[in-house]
């Protein structure tokens, strides 16, 4: 049972220090504490436990630590910065653990991308040693990179010939599509096992720079200090302190304030719940700022990321999750209307990039999702989102009843999805007017008319609801769970790609269908026989 | 041994009808006419044979009839349109056979499509009876589809629901990108083993009309008609015929008069030779009608292309392909000069759009290609691409011979890449301006002058230029074969993504991990226990 809660207090791999604008993320990672038996991480290597500390560090910052300006990530090992994911954990772990530490893994490097992009938070890989594999994929992540010269250190992605794998945390994506290194220059880097040092380094654009060891700590730190200046100090502050999830776990689910998670494993799928605020909501940044991570959005949201996280992890077998949501209509779009309100007070515009993350994360996660809109529910604004990300939404159709649902500003734009688009941009790729017109309706929407307005899939009356959901819930449950994730995968994300859907799409793709493959998981093939006195053993046909 | 060339007078499973405007494609394939043993093309199933017929023809429809506006394709089957490819042909097969299977598969829809948008043929699928599975994903590849409503005749895409795999010929891609599905009804469609019948169909837009058995063909001739009309007629043109290629193949490689492959097997490489033109060249389009397909351009990239298919799926274990060029840069040049001055013909336009499909063919194929620029090499314009498509290109830098390369406006737009790009500008996305002063560049470019333009990955001088290749091709062909094609294909495609992009790689790579998976080719799995009285047990944990 893997746990994604932690704190700074009880990190093991890495420290974290705040000086003004300037925060130092420093990896040491700690070779006997890992989260799993049968391995050591030698030389700055990471396993699931260290990748989980380091989302944490870089929420925290952008929670805790509003007034920084530039996170310098280094290393407190000799000569070396990160030798990437830990190769015997992987050739250790099942194949779906694998595929989910490697989106865990891209999931928290595209957090450092939007907390550049979007907080004010610059990231520069400070590499006092080499960094290889994934050790070059967290510098490729920041925004800028330097590496220290001493006749030794290098940068390099040496899966393909050492491994018989992909850099699984969107490095060759990375390489060509972030840092534009010419095709054929990523070839011979992406091939070569010792990778290049400072000079080559720096002229094939792998790093930005770098330094004498002499002068590797002073010359980083004097470009901090310039970066401090260019971007000018922000304005003035104070962090909120996020505070352990309250979380009653029980081996029928997971119950948290505003989320329920109840497992119904004979039938392999989930219940998971989102209920509305209750009560007086703040309507100012001083009242947000005072109710701190206990603020329903934060809150809520932050619930809901730790259930879909322990589902993914721990409930591998759940493959279906049943969305719903409990509570008035209106007391969720009057959160919506104060957050956007407040949108240019940095807690608000953390607090929905933060809402945006997570319904990513929904987004991104292998497993069907039904949403169901019932009396009582309240698929509204944000959560309406929640509808939009479902594979299928069904919505009571009873007259007697009131079963609604209803847009904010919300789903405008606050919260968009890996491909840049809203989930109903994404929707009505068709008719994009339609998208337009549903956000102009003016008031709730009955079953009829969000059916007339294709926001629902199904609308059954209430003599077929019962009998509909059960059959469709059955017959989702019983299909190829493979055949399911691949096709998700492709439907989900219509439209334009971006980045982040290469890295998830299509290099997460190729990485799985090579994590299966006799060549790198079989007995003989590289990552079974890494540091064996055996070499690895190809089965040479091209596919 | 798989053969690629087929002729109309040949085909087994196709009949190919022109009659004016208007031509009829009629599927009607031969049960017992299989490429392999162990299966039956029952109910108009396809194998690899059956879709080469279908390649040869809508190459035919452009080269050898320029007049036709309209192809109609449909069955001479009753109630069936197509099934699909054949269930039992995917089960028996190798997993580098299906791969590459799909891949050809997918390269011949797009080919309707490239049609479609540039040769003013457009596609009409006609379906006199159900079309499932890759049968609909054909129809899903033509521009309109029109099924017939005779209580029973539906479309579907069946594969994840009854086989445990994807629909593997772009269909999930179609649905949500080329006809825009709603992502929840493309998710029910592509979940529903029955699939949708005329009216439903119609509604959610999978097909564009439905009508009654007795109206159906009168209904679908009216409509081409009025197609016809409206597009006005072509200009009259002349097809030309496209000859069977002359080719020697011995174990050694294949000899044709403008392309040579030498095999050298135990090295896991082969060379492949593109030879200049010689003599003297047409100038005037009178000229290329009369020479038809003996004119350089066609034959040379036909014959290219056949190569390319040949070691694609005759010599899985060559791993890496060494481009080379042998003639003169100016004999390449005069040709591309011929060519877009005479643009405008019908031929010379077919001829250049086939020459892109043939290199984007290239950047499709799962093999490592290094280009290599030696004295008597003519790397120029249109050939100046297989030095662009390489994954490395070598270019000896030796003051004493003539090595040159050079650019023609061929590498301005006309051969575009999958992703929209053209190959210098996937090479410079760092600094598109690159691109433009490399086209601005007078006269051809010395090894010196083309590694300042960033033309070449690596110059070295006649003392070094053996051993390098020797070790690079050495180091290549030892790396895990898995590995590369993940690699190549996140590599060579940077930048925008396009339809064919996502097919070819998100899609696929998708498919490809599928098609290894316990639950679909495993002795429990639903690919291979379709049709036999047991029934598929999954290993239900998601990944």
New interface residues.
């Given amino acids: 049972m893997i746990n994604f809660e932690t704190t700074p207090e009880s990190y093991k791999h890495w420290k974290l220090a705040v000086d003004g604008a300037v925060a130092t993320l420093t990896m040491d990672v700690q070779e006997d504490e890992t989260l799993a038996d049968g391995y050591k991480l030698k030389l700055n290597s990471y396993d699931l436990g260290v990748d989980i500390e380091l989302a944490d560090a870089v929420q925290r910052l952008r929670f805790e630590h509003p007034e920084v300006q530039v996170v310098v990530v280094t290393s407190l090992k000799p000569r070396i910065f990160c030798a990437g994911a830990n190769i015997y954990m992987l050739g250790t772990s099942s194949?779906?653990f694998k595929?989910?530490f490697c989106k865990f893994t891209n999931e928290t490097r595209c957090a450092i991308e939007d907390a550049s992009a979007n907080s004010g938070q610059r990231y520069v890989a400070a590499l006092n040693g080499t960094a290889s594999g994934g050790g070059y994929e967290l510098a490729i992540a920041c925004d800028e990179i330097y590496l220290v010269d001493d006749g030794n250190s290098a940068v390099s992605l040496p899966?393909?010939?050492l491994?018989?794998?992909?850099p699984g945390t969107g490095g060759?994506?990375r390489?060509?599509?972030k840092?534009?290194?010419?095709?054929?220059?990523?070839?011979?880097f992406?091939?070569l096992a010792e990778g290049l040092k400072g000079k080559r380094a720096k002229e094939w654009?792998l790093v930005d720079g770098y330094f004498p060891t002499s002068k590797f700590q002073e010359a980083v730190a004097a470009h901090v200090e310039s970066l401090v200046k260019t971007d000018g100090a922000k304005a003035a502050a104070k962090g909120i302190k996020l505070n352990p999830l309250q979380v009653e776990a029980t081996a029928a689910g997971r119950e948290y304030k505003y989320v329920s998670v109840k497992l119904n494993r004979e039938k392999?799928y989930a219940d998971l719940t989102v209920r509305a605020p209750q009560g007086v909501q703040p309507s100012t940044v001083a009242e947000i700022e005072q109710l701190g991570d206990a603020y329903w959005p934060l809150q809520a949201y932050r619930e809901l990321d730790d259930a879909l996280l322990h589902l993914r992890m721990n409930e591998?077998?759940?493959?279906l999750v049943c969305l719903r949501t409990e509570g008035d209509l209106e007391d969720v779009l009057a959160v919506d209307r104060t957050l956007l309100a407040n949108r240019d007070h940095w807690l608000v515009r953390e607090t929905i990039l933060y809402m945006a993350r997570v319904l990513r994360r929904l987004d991104l996660t292998?497993?069907s999702f039904f949403a169901f809109i019932e009396p009582g529910s309240c698929f509204a604004g944000n959560l309406l989102e929640l509808a939009l990300s479902?594979?299928?939404?069904y919505m009571l159709n009873d007259p007697d009843a009131k079963v609604e649902v209803a847009t904010s500003e919300f789903n405008a734009g606050a919260l968009p999805m890996s491909n840049g688009l809203t989930r109903l941009q994404?929707?009505?790729?068709?008719a994009p007017e339609q998208a337009d017109e549903v956000l102009k309706h003016e008031g709730a929407l009955d079953a009829e008319a969000a059916e007339a307005a294709?926001l629902v899939?199904f609308a059954p009356d209430d003599l077929d609801w019962e009998d509909k959901i059960r059959v469709d819930i059955e017959?989702?449950?019983s299909?190829?769970?493979?055949?399911?994730?691949?096709?998700?995968?492709?439907?989900?994300?219509?439209?334009?790609?971006t980045m982040d859907t290469?890295i998830y799409?299509?290099?997460t793709?190729?990485?799985?269908?090579?994590f299966?493959?006799p060549?790198?998981v079989g007995p003989e093939g590289?990552l079974t026989n890494y540091g064996k006195p055996t070499q690895?053993q190809?089965?040479?046909?091209?596919?």
Avoid at 390 to 393: G, N
Avoid at 509 to 514: C, K
């Fill in positions: 194949h779906a595929v989910n899966e393909v010939p491994l018989g794998v992909l060759l994506t390489l060509v599509d840092r534009k290194i010419r095709r054929d220059r990523a070839d011979v992406s091939t654009g392999r591998l077998e759940i493959g292998a497993k479902a594979d299928r939404t994404s929707r009505f790729l068709v294709g899939t017959e989702r449950t299909l190829s769970p493979d055949a399911l994730t691949g096709m998700e995968a492709s439907l989900r994300f219509a439209g334009p790609e290469k799409g299509r290099l793709a190729w990485q799985n269908w090579i299966q493959r060549n790198a590289a690895a190809f089965d040479y046909k091209r596919t």
